[in-house]
């Protein structure tokens, strides 16, 4: 069976610290994709990750992916309560001219001041 | 650029009823548009894919006769919800596919009543 899982699955942390959100996928993927969606909305994408040690960073957030662990990490850096939001990881699972995204469970992150 | 527009972005419909939603690409043509559910709290599940011209591919679970996908241009999809009862009551969100990567509308929530 074809899984993504993520952890931790709510995540609660102060401003102006660091932590990292998990993505596990289990079968060969080369395509991964990170979203954020605040409460009511629809998906905002942040990351595409296309290759194996692809790493993409965009304010005090950062993506990664290793193919070869099936492994792909989101860390946040001195975070800000503007950044509490679910946060979605999503693998392209078939490949090719036919795919489609499996999506993870999601992360609620929640930034106390 | 990519921007992919839904409409209504809700609707309440009584039950028995059937209710159509949109999904637009603005400024780009999509050969494949995905249609997803999401029910408060949970992740997104792919309902189908509707690929221009051709008759759209369902999930397991999903019942083709009941959820009515029509793809007949490249810059729209439509939905139609038939004999919609109150557990079909959830977020739909379309997304459309631009060189591999997905662009996600705002989603349409549906009540059933």
């Known amino acids: 069976e074809l899984k993504v899982e993520q952890n931790p699955l709510f995540l609660s942390m102060q401003e102006g610290k660091n932590y990292t959100i998990y993505c596990n996928y289990s079968t060969t993927s080369d395509r991964l994709y990170w979203y954020r969606q605040d409460p009511g909305k629809s998906l905002e994408s942040l990351f595409v990750?296309?290759?194996?040690?692809a790493v993409k960073q965009e304010g005090r957030l950062m993506a990664s992916l290793d193919t070869k662990a099936r492994l792909s990490t989101l860390h946040i850096t001195a975070a800000v309560h503007d950044l509490s939001a679910t946060y979605f990881c999503?693998?392209?699972?078939?490949?090719?001219?036919?795919?489609?995204?499996?999506f993870g469970k999601g992360t609620l992150l929640t930034v106390n001041p | 650029g990519a921007v992919v527009s839904q409409h209504p972005s809700r609707v309440i419909c009584k039950s028995g009823t059937s209710v159509k939603i949109e999904c637009r690409s603005l400024?780009?043509?999509?050969?494949?548009m995905f249609w997803y559910r999401q029910f408060p709290k949970q992740s997104l599940m792919l309902m189908a894919t509707?690929?221009?011209?051709?008759?759209?591919?369902?999930e397991q679970g999903v019942e083709k006769d009941k959820f009515l996908i029509n793809h007949a241009s490249l810059t729209l999809s439509t939905l139609t919800v038939t004999s919609a009862h109150p557990e079909d009551s959830s977020f739909y969100i379309c997304s459309a596919d631009r060189l591999y990567e997905q662009y996600f509308g705002p989603g349409t929530r549906l009540t059933v009543t």
């Open positions: 999503a693998v392209d699972l078939r490949g090719g001219s036919n795919y489609k995204l499996t």
């Open positions: 990750l296309l290759s194996n040690g």
């Open positions: 509707s690929n221009e011209g051709s008759k759209a591919t369902y």
């Open positions: 400024d780009f043509q999509a050969t494949t």
